[in-house]
């Protein structure tokens, strides 16, 4: 059984940089394909990055070169640096570990960016 907790969420000039953290409360964390993943009022939940057991990640386009995700297996936690933040990365972001092919996914924490 997993629970995913998400912080660093907030309020960000465009141009800015927020990290965002997901702790896991499991002890299989190390054997999880972990990701990101948002949404926008009015749009479906998309995919933002995603890093492999092994550290292999895989961006979205619309986040390449300015989003980088990151993994500490010893801390159960996964990262998500996001920088050269447009208003357009406004959303609620989501993190999910898939173990098993079974999703497990946090709250959400809120990323608005915005003058």
């Known amino acids: 059984q997993v629970q995913l907790v998400e912080s660093g969420g907030g309020l960000v000039q465009p141009g800015g940089s927020l990290r965002l953290s997901c702790v896991a409360s499991t002890n299989i964390f190390d054997i999880a394909v972990a990701g990101w993943y948002r949404q926008a009022p009015g749009k479906q939940r998309e995919l933002v990055a995603t890093?492999?057991?092994?550290?292999?990640?895989n961006y979205a386009d619309s986040v390449k070169g300015r989003f980088t995700i990151s993994r500490d297996n010893a801390k159960n936690t996964v990262y998500l640096q996001m920088n050269s933040l447009k208003p357009e990365d406004t959303a609620v972001y989501y993190c999910n570990l898939k173990i098993f092919t079974v999703d497990y996914w946090g709250q959400g924490t809120q990323v608005t960016v915005s003058s």
């Open positions: 890093i492999s057991r092994g550290g292999s990640t």
